[in-house]
Structures are given as C-alpha cells and as structure tokens.
C-alpha cells in the first residue's frame, strides 16, 4: 500500500510509524479546538507494541479493534488553522474497520475534512505525521 502524506500543520516534531501488522486499540485525547494525543496499540510478530504521540490531556476516549479478526481500513476527520495557537492542527478523527464499525468521532468536526482508506479495503498498518503539545497533523 502507498504511504499517503499527512494532512494538517507543519508544526511539531515528525512520528513515522511503520512495520507492524494491525492495530488492536487506539485511545485519543480530544480537547475543545484540537485533538491533543493519540495512543496506537499496534501488533508486531505477535506482541502489542505502543506509540504514543502528543501530550495526553483533554478528554480521552479508546476504540478497540477485534485484531486479527478486524483490521483499520480507514482514518479520517478535520484540520483547521487554530488562530489563538497560530497553527494548523488536527480538530477530530475517526476510524472505520474492515466490518464496517466505525469509530466515536473523537474532537469536533471542524475545517477540512480528510479521510484516507486502503486501496480496495486493504488495512492500514501504521500512522505518521507530526506532534508536539497536539496532534499536528496526521497520515496512513
């Protein structure tokens, strides 16, 4: 599958997640303007292996995915310039599987909307983009 370039801000340090095979849990913190962490619970050679990125505050959510049975096919949500912080960040993300579940929408659906899917319902294995106090901007 082809990486697919983050969408968001150009602010905050850059995360590259790769080399895993699915994903078992995400949990995000969601603030009033922005989403401010994401938690990935991926699944490497069988064991669970954690990545985190931003810093975890505002309110927390998890969604849970039925790993290997169940697979993340799409990741999708919001972007807007944040005038008070000067930046563009990341307002709400959701996640759809290859059952069809979708996600609580995490954040509030504010600016741009994106969403990125597998070619042909193939799954998504790993996320980047970038981070800082916030997630800046995010890509599959």
């Given at each position: ?79 807007k310039h944040i005038y008070s912080y000067d930046t563009t960040l990341i307002t709400s ?48």
């Open positions: 599958m082809a990486k697919m370039e983050p969408l968001g801000g150009n602010k905050g340090e850059g995360f590259n997640d790769v080399g895993y095979e699915g994903v078992k849990k995400i949990t995000v913190g969601a603030e009033d303007v922005n989403i401010t962490y994401i938690k990935i619970e991926y699944v490497k050679n069988g064991k669970v292996e954690i990545r985190e990125h931003g810093a975890a505050h505002g309110k927390l959510k998890e969604f849970s995915v039925d790993y290997p049975k169940d697979s993340i096919t799409a990741v999708g949500g919001t972007y993300l959701y996640f759809t599987t290859s059952k069809g579940f979708t996600s609580p929408l995490f954040g509030e659906m504010k600016g741009t909307e994106f969403e990125f899917k597998g070619e042909h319902g193939e799954k998504l294995i790993g996320f980047h983009g970038r981070s800082s106090n916030a997630i800046d901007a995010i890509g599959a």
